[in-house]
């Protein structure tokens, strides 16, 4: 199994699976840090992992729920996880929320998802103080600040450069304020 810093991926797995349940009957793990760092890589590996070991896992991106670049990060990113995704599980129900198309700047779709006994919620956003109440384990996933933007870049286009350069610094105040790496159960290095 792939190892992230020395912690097996099982041992992750295990800790996420003796955490208590504190969102309905689900286990939600959120996965933060900045762009580029593989948080959905992370959110990937973790979810084939539980599949193979004990069952089905949901993972929500949450690029998929932002309002564009410039309402990413904004209270009402944290109303939509409340309203679209907290809210249903903790009445059993299953979540769904709408998807933001990013090329027509507007969310478009519902995006249903399983009721799982455990939840993935990754992207910057994830570790802020307002979910860490029903949050299981936190995950905090970083990369060599120089490959950060490349990596996003090489993945989105070359058209996404100029946005990423002011995100980059709306995340820092972000991740600042929420203390979000500071209050991970996990830390990583991503690769």
């Known amino acids: 199994?792939?190892?992230?810093?020395?912690?097996?991926?099982?041992?992750?797995?295990?800790?996420?699976?003796?955490?208590?349940?504190?969102?309905?009957?689900?286990?939600?793990?959120?996965?933060?840090?900045?762009?580029?760092?593989?948080?959905?890589?992370?959110?990937?590996?973790?979810?084939?992992e539980f599949a193979k070991k004990?069952?089905?896992?949901s993972v929500i991106h949450l690029d998929e729920?932002?309002?564009?670049?410039?309402?990413?990060?904004d209270?009402?990113?944290?109303?939509?996880?409340?309203a679209w995704i907290l809210t249903p599980i903790r009445n059993d129900l299953s979540p769904k929320h709408l998807q933001y198309d990013w090329h027509l700047g507007k969310f478009t779709t519902w995006n249903e998802l399983p009721l799982t006994s455990v939840l993935i919620?990754?992207?910057v956003g994830a570790g802020h103080t307002m979910l860490r109440p029903e949050v299981s384990q936190a995950v905090?996933?970083?990369?060599?600040?120089?490959?950060?933007?490349?990596?996003?870049?090489?993945?989105?286009?070359?058209v996404v450069r100029n946005e990423m350069l002011i995100w980059k610094a709306r995340e820092r105040d972000y991740?600042?304020?929420?203390?979000?790496?500071?209050?991970a159960h996990f830390h990583f290095v991503g690769q």
Not at 65 to 73: I, N, Q, S, T, V
Not at 75 to 82: S, T, V, W
């Open 175 to 183: 991740f600042e304020l929420h203390n979000v790496k500071q209050s």
């Open 75 to 82: 209270a009402k990113l944290f109303e939509r996880i409340e």
């Open 140 to 158: 905090w996933i970083e990369a060599d600040e120089d490959l950060l933007l490349d990596r996003v870049v090489q993945r989105d286009g070359e």
């Open 54 to 57: 004990v069952g089905e896992i």
């Open 65 to 73: 729920l932002y309002d564009g670049w410039d309402g990413a990060l």
């Open 121 to 123: 919620i990754e992207g």
């Open 1 to 48: 199994m792939d190892s992230l810093n020395g912690i097996e991926l099982s041992e992750l797995l295990e800790a996420i699976q003796s955490s208590s349940v504190l969102c309905g009957a689900t286990r939600i793990v959120t996965i933060d840090g900045p762009a580029g760092s593989g948080k959905t890589t992370l959110a990937n590996k973790l979810a084939t």
